[in-house]
């Protein structure tokens, strides 16, 4: 990752007060975007739109590169709305009108194709959840809020796909709808009802982000993000070995077999553990 990744790691938003000026009373407040050096370069904007409207008008799913460029053009223009919105804040014209009218357009386009494409992440996670107590209808409108609001705010330039990033944001939304239906019922007196009183909220919360972090750290595993060295992945692997059936190995077994000591295994075993913390701690899904 580049330096203008690491550095476009926060969400902008428009504080100006919209009746500060009577003209613009009626102006949507702008969505707030990735901040990034990328959006602030000159070429960007051709670039980023040279095939404009593609692939904002397409339909089903997107592949890496699709989404990549539909990202980057989503927080173009909410950038470009927001530099219009406080400019026309100090002086409207009719140039400055249409401008915001034509970026207003292209950000709501390019958010309708993502979230179309990745609505079907709603409807999965929808029947893999374990949350009993919230209907169908209600997961759904809480899933979609959750993915409308994980495209405005997903950065591009992480590296990351957005389906990850927007499954997060989906489970967290159904757990939140879940504890607050299940504070609301406890309010609420009515008939006995078995299937409310054995609720397995917190356990399936528990398990869902048990799933995510064990999901989080193959990956890191996978991309070598940790930087463990050799003998640190050979512990590890003997360790806690990643077939089922595979026996685990004492550290008397593996200080054996690579000729060290005991205490020699720990310490590797140890500092392996400790990288792995520290990669798990960078990590955005997990923040």
């Not at 919105?85 to 409207?92: E, F, I, V």
């Not at 993502?114 to 409108?141: C, H, P």
Request: glycine letters at 4%; charged letters at 35%; aromatic letters at 8%.
């Amino acid at each position: 990752m580049d330096a203008a990744g690491k550095a476009g790691s926060f969400v902008r938003r428009i504080t100006t007060d919209p009746s500060s000026r009577p003209a613009l009373a009626e102006w949507m407040l702008p969505p707030p975007y990735v901040s990034n050096p990328e959006l602030e370069q000159a070429g960007t904007e051709k670039e980023l739109f040279a095939d404009w409207p593609s692939p904002a008008d397409g339909t089903g799913r997107l592949t890496v590169s699709e989404e990549n460029i539909l990202f980057r053009q989503l927080h173009y223009a909410g950038y470009r709305l927001s530099k219009t919105y406080q400019s026309a804040d100090r002086r409207m014209t009719k140039s400055r009108e249409r401008d915001y009218s034509t970026w207003t357009q292209r950000y709501h386009l390019i958010r309708t194709r993502v979230v179309e494409a990745n609505q079907g992440l709603v409807y999965d996670l929808i029947g893999r959840s374990r949350f009993s107590t919230l209907d169908r209808e209600e997961m759904t409108s809480e899933g979609m809020m959750a993915l409308l609001r994980a495209a405005d705010t997903f950065n591009p330039w992480k590296g990351y796909r957005f389906s990850t990033y927007a499954c997060n944001a989906i489970i967290r939304a159904f757990a939140r709808a879940a504890m607050t239906d299940s504070k609301r019922r406890d309010k609420v007196a009515g008939a006995y009802d078995e299937e409310f009183e054995k609720s397995d909220h917190a356990e399936t919360r528990r398990s869902d982000e048990r799933a995510l972090y064990v999901e989080r750290l193959q990956r890191i595993l996978r991309h070598d993000d940790a930087d463990l060295s050799d003998i640190e992945k050979t512990v590890l692997s003997k360790r806690f070995p990643k077939e089922s059936g595979r026996k685990r190995l004492t550290l008397e077994d593996i200080g054996r077999r690579l000729s060290i000591s005991k205490e020699r295994v720990r310490q590797i075993q140890l500092s392996a553990i400790s990288k792995l913390r520290e990669a798990i701690s960078r990590d955005p899904i997990l923040q």
